[in-house]
T-cell receptor, first 114, second 115 residues
Framework: GAGVSQSPSNKVTEKGKDVELRCDPI?????LYWYRQSLGQGLEFLIY????????KSGLPSDRFSAERTGGSVSTLTIQRTQQEDSAVYLC????????????FGPGTRLLVL | AQSVAQPEDQVNVAEGNPLTVKCTYSVSGNPYLFWYVQYPNRGLQFLLK??????LVKGSYGFEAEFNKSQTSFHLKKPSALVSDSALYFC?????????????FGTGTQLKVEL
């Protein structure tokens, strides 16, 4: 079956612009996660959605970052007023539940802020 | 807080030789432990996980890992390495208490298998 898909695969933007990154989770997965992979920072958790519960936003680095998940499926990560330090690969993952279930990752969106 | 340590940035091994990629963790309570592999310009691929039960876990592509509670380790192993195993390997942990539902990753170990 189809895995997690993300778009765009690459995004180049200018400092100060807003960007939107999209994630389509595996069908039937109720949990969705965003992570960021950057040089020197490794893989870091950003935000987590589970069903209709309030999202866990504890990993968002600043208020310029936000995410939503519409209809319990597709999610959009928005970065406002991008900065050069936002350059990274943004990875989305999904799982059936949150406890023992494996998180399956998408290919990522590589963001470059000039 | 939960954390993962991968003490080796890079591991080099000759094809056909056994390989080990080390991982130690720190969590409150019992851990859920995972190994993922990342090939260049690709996302993370799941290899194996430990939830409960047998300490030796077998996963994809001939990899296995051994959970050692007393040493808080979860080293990844393969009896005979292949050149195609060359990739970046990440260990991750999720605690049952605290830490929420997020995975905390190690910094990654680059595995290079040479002919």
């Amino acid at each position: 079956g189809a895995g997690v898909s993300q778009s765009p695969s690459n995004k180049v933007t200018e400092k100060g612009k807003d960007v939107e990154l999209r994630c389509d989770p595996i069908s039937g997965h109720t949990a969705l996660y965003w992570y960021r992979q950057s040089l020197g920072q490794g893989l870091e958790f950003l935000i987590y959605f589970q069903g209709n519960s309030a999202p866990d936003k504890s990993g968002l680095p600043s208020d310029r970052f936000s995410a939503e998940r519409t209809g319990g499926s597709v999610s959009t990560l928005t970065i406002q007023r991008t900065q050069q330090e936002d350059s990274a690969v943004y990875l989305c993952a999904s799982s059936f539940r949150t406890s023992q279930e494996t998180q399956y990752f998408g290919p990522g969106t590589r963001l470059l802020v000039l | 807080a939960q954390s993962v340590a991968q003490p080796e940035d890079q591991v080099n091994v000759a094809e056909g030789n056994p390989l080990t990629v080390k991982c130690t963790y720190s969590v409150s309570g019992n851990p859920y432990l995972f190994w993922y592999v990342q090939y260049p310009n690709r996302g993370l691929q799941f290899l194996l996980k430990y939830i409960t039960g047998d300490n030796l876990v077998k996963g994809s592509y001939g990899f296995e890992a051994e959970f050692n509670k007393s040493q808080t380790s979860f080293h990844l192993k393969k009896p005979s390495a292949l050149v195609s195993d060359s990739a970046l390997y990440f260990c991750a942990v999720r605690g049952l208490t605290g830490g929420g539902n997020k995975l905390t990753f190690g910094t990654g170990t680059q595995l290079k298998v040479e002919l």
